[in-house]
């Protein structure tokens, strides 16, 4: 009877089984997951690359999210959306997202945040209750919000200021020089660092943007909140409570350390706060009042949020957001710009047209560069054009305007009525790529935009690096569209200008004058890893 029993036992905990036993719990709780937790998608609504009447996309189907993403997007894209038609993709993991067409912005537009929100829809991509402990850090994300407040002209000089300190840390102190004076560096890292502690003066401030422990920890926060994030996309909810507790395990950690960071600066602003408010101060009894993101979100929290005023805790989540937002794709996209810089030289002279452009913009008033105005960044349009030009053929992510729906039956404009908890969303890439919309849209052209300013003038359609269009969606539409987009044009072009004016830039030997092509992890495109240039610091200023 024994040697029954054991043999029972010792077959039932065998690895077939335990696999067994697990895919069997697997497919139970995705089951419930779809049945109770999952709203369905409209059935009226096709299903990319399958037959008409199915529900379920193929193995094959689902595998070219992972494959050939940008052939899926373009198939949505030409036979349905660009004729005004939805259709649904599959996304991550097992789940599929319906995608709307582009004429529907208007609709879009009209809703309510009650009705369809953005930042809820953040709140579902990026897991914020696991992550940093609750959904207000991106469903209430007043931090946001202030940034459209910022004043970009009164923080130009610190700004120019603290690119020449990153220029001469992550640059001039970084790698060897040969006997000419030429050094490689890798893009993606160099940029990275560069972007980190320009942003980190925006948001912190003096001293801590320029502790490199802080800026890599930032850097690392960022992209553990994308695990996270990427967790909660490919799984069912119902999986989450677990999965995403597990896969936050590092941020938690990370977050302890970011804490001990900010805290001094956190007391101190805090204690002028609240002597400034509490007492009648004299002129000269304190020093002038720092000006950045944290500060805008301590006063604003003094005044709306004393709960979170008092809690170094969530004043500290609110600057990771920050971050994340002013870091993480500002990063990427600049990096790439930079390869597209060297990529376009060789055809459209591109480093000397811009050269020109900042000599003549910046430098017009007696070589006074450090007043950085919005009437002058508006006037490198040769520079601005560059950067749109960038994200319209390398923007990092494949879709824009997401919204979930928060109430019952909401009604499209082609009469499908949308369950409460849908998601969707519009294809940013695929406009960008279509012959209909842009000539020879495949060619990476620098200068598209700024010849068609050149040639229609004051009537030039609005195609300005920070302006968004129904064709033109790397950060988002309307009201909603990113407010950080504003921070990163004032970033790159002051980023160019320090570049092209103490620093040569070439390709490697090795790449024979060819850039190194992105590549793309499922929808988000990416400067290629490792991909390096080979720059010289100038004896003299090339303008």
Same mark, same amino acid.
């Given at each position: 009877m024994a040697s029954t029993l054991d043999k029972l036992y010792s077959s039932s905990t065998s690895l077939p089984c335990i696999i067994l036993c697990i895919l069997a719990l697997f497919l139970l709780l995705y089951t419930?997951?779809?049945?109770?937790?999952? @709203?369905?998608?409209?059935? !009226?609504?096709?299903?990319?690359?399958e037959p008409p009447?199915?529900?379920?996309? !193929?193995? %094959? +189907?689902?595998?070219?999210?992972? +494959?050939?993403?940008?052939?899926?997007?373009?198939?949505? $894209?030409?036979?349905?959306?660009?004729?005004g038609r939805p259709v649904i993709i599959p996304t991550l993991g097992l789940s599929s997202e319906l995608i709307i067409p582009p004429q529907w912005l208007k609709w879009v537009h !009209?809703?309510?945040?009650?009705?369809?929100?953005? $930042?809820?829809?953040?709140?579902?991509?990026?897991?914020?209750?696991?992550?940093?402990? =609750?959904?207000?850090?991106?469903? &209430? !994300?007043?931090?946001? #919000?202030?940034?459209?407040?910022f004043d970009l002209e009164r923080m130009g000089e610190s700004i120019w200021d603290e690119m020449g300190f990153a220029f001469r840390r992550w640059i001039d102190e970084e790698g060897e020089t040969d006997r000419d004076g030429w050094k490689e560096l890798d893009v993606e890292k160099t940029v990275r660092m560069i972007i980190a502690q320009i942003t980190s003066r925006f948001i912190v401030g003096l001293p801590l943007c320029r502790n490199e422990q802080y800026l890599r920890l930032t850097c690392d926060i960022a992209d553990a909140l994308v695990v996270v994030a990427a967790t909660g996309m490919a799984l069912p909810p119902i999986f989450m409570p677990v999965a995403g507790r597990i896969a936050s395990l590092p941020v938690k950690t990370k977050l302890s350390k970011f804490r001990k960071f900010i805290q001094p600066v956190y007391n101190e602003r805090v204690q002028q706060l609240t002597t400034?408010?509490?007492?009648?101060?004299?002129?000269?009894? +304190?020093?002038?009042?720092?000006?950045?993101?944290?500060?805008?979100?301590? #006063?604003f929290a003094h005044k709306n949020r004393p709960e979170e /005023?008092?809690?170094? =805790?969530?004043?500290?989540?609110?600057?990771? *957001?920050?971050?994340f937002g002013g870091i993480h794709q500002s990063a990427i996209h600049l990096g790439v710009m930079v390869l597209d810089l060297l990529a376009s030289d060789s055809e459209f002279n591109t480093i000397s047209a811009l050269r020109e452009e900042f000599k003549r913009v910046i430098y017009s008033d007696g070589g006074n560069s450090d007043k950085w105005t919005k009437a002058k960044l508006a006037s490198l349009t040769k520079t601005d054009s560059l950067g749109r030009e960038t994200m319209r053929l390398h923007t990092f992510a494949g879709r824009s305007v997401f919204r979930k729906v928060l109430v019952d039956n909401l009604?499209?404009? &082609?009469?499908? *009525?949308? @369950?409460?908890g849908t998601m969707f969303s519009l294809l940013a890439k695929a406009p960008h790529l279509d012959s209909d919309i842009y000539q020879d849209p495949l060619k990476f052209d620098p200068f598209r935009f700024s010849r068609m300013r050149e040639i229609h003038g004051p009537s030039s359609p609005p195609v300005s690096f920070v302006t968004a269009s129904t064709d033109y969606l790397p950060f988002g539409h309307g009201k909603h569209a990113c407010p950080g987009r504003f921070i990163l044009d004032f970033e790159l072009k002051m980023f160019f200008c320090y570049l092209l004016r103490g620093y040569d830039v070439e390709w490697p030997e090795q790449y024979?004058? %060819?850039?190194?092509?992105?590549?793309?992890? +499922?929808?988000?495109? /990416?400067?290629?890893?490792?991909?390096?240039?080979?720059i010289r610091k100038r004896e003299a200023p090339a303008f």
């Amino acid at each position: 009877m024994a040697s029954t029993l054991d043999k029972l036992y010792s077959s039932s905990t065998s690895l077939p089984c335990i696999i067994l036993c697990i895919l069997a719990l697997f497919l139970l709780l995705y089951t419930l997951d779809t049945i109770f937790l999952t @709203p369905p998608l409209p059935p !009226s609504i096709p299903l990319l690359g399958e037959p008409p009447s199915s529900r379920h996309f !193929s193995l %094959k +189907t689902r595998l070219s999210y992972y +494959t050939s993403n940008l052939t899926l997007q373009q198939e949505a $894209w030409h036979n349905h959306l660009k004729h005004g038609r939805p259709v649904i993709i599959p996304t991550l993991g097992l789940s599929s997202e319906l995608i709307i067409p582009p004429q529907w912005l208007k609709w879009v537009h !009209s809703l309510p945040d009650n009705a369809a929100n953005s $930042w809820e829809a953040f709140v579902t991509m990026d897991q914020p209750y696991y992550s940093l402990g =609750h959904a207000k850090y991106l469903g &209430d !994300s007043y931090q946001g #919000e202030l940034v459209k407040k910022f004043d970009l002209e009164r923080m130009g000089e610190s700004i120019w200021d603290e690119m020449g300190f990153a220029f001469r840390r992550w640059i001039d102190e970084e790698g060897e020089t040969d006997r000419d004076g030429w050094k490689e560096l890798d893009v993606e890292k160099t940029v990275r660092m560069i972007i980190a502690q320009i942003t980190s003066r925006f948001i912190v401030g003096l001293p801590l943007c320029r502790n490199e422990q802080y800026l890599r920890l930032t850097c690392d926060i960022a992209d553990a909140l994308v695990v996270v994030a990427a967790t909660g996309m490919a799984l069912p909810p119902i999986f989450m409570p677990v999965a995403g507790r597990i896969a936050s395990l590092p941020v938690k950690t990370k977050l302890s350390k970011f804490r001990k960071f900010i805290q001094p600066v956190y007391n101190e602003r805090v204690q002028q706060l609240t002597t400034s408010t509490g007492t009648k101060q004299q002129v000269g009894d +304190t020093p002038p009042k720092p000006y950045d993101h944290l500060q805008l979100i301590l #006063e604003f929290a003094h005044k709306n949020r004393p709960e979170e /005023f008092a809690s170094l =805790h969530e004043i500290a989540n609110r600057i990771v *957001v920050s971050n994340f937002g002013g870091i993480h794709q500002s990063a990427i996209h600049l990096g790439v710009m930079v390869l597209d810089l060297l990529a376009s030289d060789s055809e459209f002279n591109t480093i000397s047209a811009l050269r020109e452009e900042f000599k003549r913009v910046i430098y017009s008033d007696g070589g006074n560069s450090d007043k950085w105005t919005k009437a002058k960044l508006a006037s490198l349009t040769k520079t601005d054009s560059l950067g749109r030009e960038t994200m319209r053929l390398h923007t990092f992510a494949g879709r824009s305007v997401f919204r979930k729906v928060l109430v019952d039956n909401l009604q499209t404009p &082609d009469g499908t *009525v949308l @369950p409460k908890g849908t998601m969707f969303s519009l294809l940013a890439k695929a406009p960008h790529l279509d012959s209909d919309i842009y000539q020879d849209p495949l060619k990476f052209d620098p200068f598209r935009f700024s010849r068609m300013r050149e040639i229609h003038g004051p009537s030039s359609p609005p195609v300005s690096f920070v302006t968004a269009s129904t064709d033109y969606l790397p950060f988002g539409h309307g009201k909603h569209a990113c407010p950080g987009r504003f921070i990163l044009d004032f970033e790159l072009k002051m980023f160019f200008c320090y570049l092209l004016r103490g620093y040569d830039v070439e390709w490697p030997e090795q790449y024979g004058g %060819k850039r190194p092509p992105n590549y793309y992890l +499922t929808e988000a495109c /990416f400067p290629p890893k490792g991909a390096r240039i080979r720059i010289r610091k100038r004896e003299a200023p090339a303008f």
